[in-house]
């Protein structure tokens, strides 16, 4: 069974293949680690905007923002339609929702726990909870995705300058080799012209 960053790395062609299928949801995707980790982020930021209309309206809109984003990002990677906007950089997107999401919760939890009533600390209980979720779902996104890329990156640029730069070396190489014999002709045809001029005034 290939995991969920795995599945998402499948060749175009597979990607345009499963596209003509319409919107058919991946169940391996939905049982791995990453799309367990959204499906909690989910039902969590569900019940959290539950205890905050309960509670503390004024705090809901982030929760319920919060929600709607987590969906859709269930929803295209469930389907693998995001894989149709590939000039976008799905995992530092993936990365900044998370870490946008910890602050998020992070300041609205606290606000609320001020207020003593039984939902607001219940949503701050939660708001923790999922807290700790956001933050390991970054650390997976970081490690898996954005470390190794970050790694190969400086390793296609030296492929790339190492043919020039040989060739810049290979170059250098003939005019060192070259640079002697031009100079022993220049001093042949140097005495061949003093030879010359030599005998016309002596003449």
């Known amino acids: ?17 499963a596209g003509l299928q319409g919107f058919a949801v991946d169940k391996t995707f939905l049982s791995s680690l990453k799309g367990i980790l ?25 929760a319920l923002l919060e929600f709607f984003i987590t969906l859709a990002f269930l929803f295209l990677y469930a389907t693998q339609y995001y894989q149709r906007f590939d000039r976008l950089n799905w995992p530092c997107l993936d990365f900044l929702r998370c870490v946008s999401a910890i602050i998020i919760f992070l ?13 607001a600390i219940a949503a701050f209980v939660f708001g923790i909870i999922l807290v700790s979720v956001f933050a390991y779902d970054a650390f997976k996104i970081y490690q898996t995705e954005m470390a190794p890329r970050a790694t190969q990156a400086p ?6 300058d190492l043919p020039h730069a040989e060739l810049m070396l290979g170059l250098r190489d003939s005019e060192a080799t070259n640079r002697p014999v031009l100079s022993a002709q220049r001093w042949e045809d140097g005495l061949v012209k003093g030879s010359h001029g030599s005998g016309a005034v002596w003449s």
């Open 38 to 62: 959204l499906e909690t982020e989910l039902v969590l930021t569900f019940i959290i905007f539950i205890c905050f209309t309960a509670s503390i309206s004024a705090y809901m809109a982030a």
């Open 1 to 17: 069974m290939l995991s969920a960053w795995d599945r998402r790395d499948r060749p175009r062609e597979e990607v345009a293949a």
């Open 107 to 119: 300041v609205v939890s606290f606000a609320a726990v001020t207020s003593r009533e039984g939902a």
């Open 155 to 160: 390793q296609q640029t030296l492929s790339k």
